[in-house]
């Protein structure tokens, strides 16, 4: 999978694209991570990217120009092996979709992603009409920038990739990840006692319908705990 950043903070990416997962997933080839600044793309002396809106109002939107022009760059870069992939362009905005293991799953069946970060107040509106991109939110709290609502997108998204987990580790375990959308309930390993707290009988008995039947059990509570049930109500919860 080819995933293009667009950005005006592309050194925010560093760190978290070296760091073990990405950068094993990416030296063995499972996925090319780019990065482009909007700053390229400003014209003149002062390559200015912001500006007022109209109308008034506090603070300052990315100017419609820099970021259309370093999109479309980031677009008319197919390299042969991607020549056939239609590319999905995201937004990273809160009024956008809100991201779900469902979509993320969705976002992995693409072959190229490219991620428009916002700053300021967000874009200005011919940024949408132009590109016409799919708005992701990952929640209703306030970021200064799309940045860091991307890096959670590029992991979710990343390490559904076969190969990215380790050959051990299976992501259709995790929390989510089954066709109810589950949380997982408590794990335990050792000592079988910390503390005076013992790990449960159940898991130490080796039948392995009861363990199943268990953590189902635990699963269920813990999602309906949540508030994210998708079987009964809330009336139930202590
Ligand atoms: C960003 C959080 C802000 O506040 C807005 C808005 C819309 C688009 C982009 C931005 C700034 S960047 S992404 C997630 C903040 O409506």
């Given amino acids: 999978m080819r995933i293009d950043v667009v950005t005006l903070f592309p050194e925010m990416f560093q760190g978290f694209l070296e760091g073990s997962l990405l950068g094993a997933a990416q030296a063995a ?14 014209q003149g002396p002062h390559r200015q990217v912001d500006d007022k809106p109209y109308g008034g109002g506090p603070g300052m939107l990315l100017m419609p120009g820099p970021v259309v022009e370093c999109v479309e760059s980031v677009l008319a870069d197919a390299p042969p092996s991607l020549a056939a992939s239609k590319p999905h362009v995201l937004m990273l905005t809160p009024a956008g979709r809100p991201l779900t293991q469902e979509l993320v799953e969705e976002l992995a069946r693409h072959d190229r992603l490219v991620l428009l970060c916002g700053r300021y107040e967000g874009f200005d509106q011919r940024v949408t009409d132009t590109l016409k991109p799919e708005a992701i939110s990952i929640g209703d709290y306030v970021l200064s920038g799309g940045e860091v609502a991307a890096m959670v997108v590029i992991e979710a998204v990343t390490r559904l990739i076969p190969g990215v987990l380790g050959d051990a580790a299976s992501a259709d375990d995790d929390s989510f990840s089954g066709v109810d959308r589950l949380v997982e309930g408590p794990q335990y390993t050792r000592p079988r006692e910390f503390r005076g707290l013992r790990v449960p009988e159940v898991l130490l008995s080796g039948d392995h319908r009861r363990i199943a039947d268990w953590r189902r059990e635990q699963a269920l ?4 705990r949540r508030d994210r049930s998708p079987v009964g109500s809330d009336s139930d919860l202590p």
């Avoid at 080839?29 to 400003?42: E, P, Q, S, W």
């Avoid at 509570?221 to 309906?224: D, E, G, L, N, R």
């Fill in 221 to 224: 509570s813990a999602t309906q």
């Fill in 29 to 42: 080839g499972l996925v090319d991570i780019r990065l482009t600044n909007i700053r390229d793309f400003a």
